[in-house]
């Protein structure tokens, strides 16, 4: 007698992708996994995808709501899934062939989260660029906690490269910090079973004008929603580490994060303002505690370019480093260095 994988549940939710919903949904429904529920939830779209994704029938559960944003569509999404595993695809991002076939193997009991990399591809689905986030195979999740520890977050894909084991999702209770679904979830995860990372690229990651971020939004309110969305994240995975997990498992969280000292850096230099000389040092201190080799170089010539360049070129600096993407050139060559 066949054994039945576990049920897979995959979420898409869309609004206003008429041009992605289709192939995005297709490309669930030629894998090759036998116990599989499709959920789609239009998210009040105003264009045509709502009509795009009623063309699939019964093939899939298609449900429309009022524009709620994504945090709370993938929600609903959720409390209409049955699966023991739960995958939020972006109704703008592809499932590879075969993707799930070789993810199978992994979906057990004592698995809290698989991760994968993503072929960046532009709007028209040509590739632009090389895979990410560059993974090590792994199921080892006492190297992520460490991370999460030192540099509050570990290296993950975006939404689309991860399945979660069901309970990660469930009872994280209010989120009000939170734009996404999967922000704490990510977190959590190696704390409440084990990580699995596959070294393969087993979708693919639309970028276009749609997603990506605008220089011109660049701004230290911007700045300051990153910072607040970061320690959110933080102390409600501390809560959830104290009421899920053993007292070993006690999360400190620091206000003073790489991450977080080189957006305070930013929002000066937004703002038209030379960083001081303490908060240079402040960055410099905690790049040196969090990182080594030729990151730690690297993110140490970019605190200090942003002390020393005229505040035009920082400003600059500044953009390429929250989205890598406005410089396909540049992005090669820091892609591994500035990555977080």
Known sequence: ???????????????????????????????????????????????????KIQEFGDKIVAVRTENRGQLKTSLTGLSLSHGDFVYFLDADDVLGEGALAHIEPYLRPSVSKIQFMLLPIDKNGKSIGNAFPTLQPSDDSGPLIQSIR????????????????????????????????????????????????????????????????????????RMKGYIDRFMGRLHHLDELVKARCSTMDKLEVRNDYAYVMELKTMSLVVDGKRPGVSQISAYIRAVRRENTGKKRLALCLFALALFVLPNAIAKRLAAIRIDPSRSRQMRSRLKQAFSV
């Open 1 to 51: 007698m066949l054994k039945v994988p576990p049920l897979l549940s995959i979420i898409i939710t869309c609004y206003n992708y008429e041009m992605y919903i289709g192939e995005c949904i297709k490309s669930v429904l030629s894998q090759n996994y036998d116990n599989l529920e499709i959920i789609v939830v239009d998210d009040g779209s105003t264009d045509q995808s709502w009509q």
């Open 150 to 221: 030192a540099r509050g977050y570990y290296n993950t894909p975006p939404t689309s490269g991860n399945i979660y084991r069901r309970d990660v999702y469930e009872g994280l209770g209010e989120m009000t910090y939170e734009r996404g679904i999967d922000g704490v979830s990510y977190l959590l995860a190696p704390f409440v079973g084990r990580v699995v990372s596959i070294d393969k690229t087993l979708g693919k990651y639309r970028i276009h004008n749609a997603n990506q971020s605008s220089f011109s939004v660049l701004t230290s309110k």
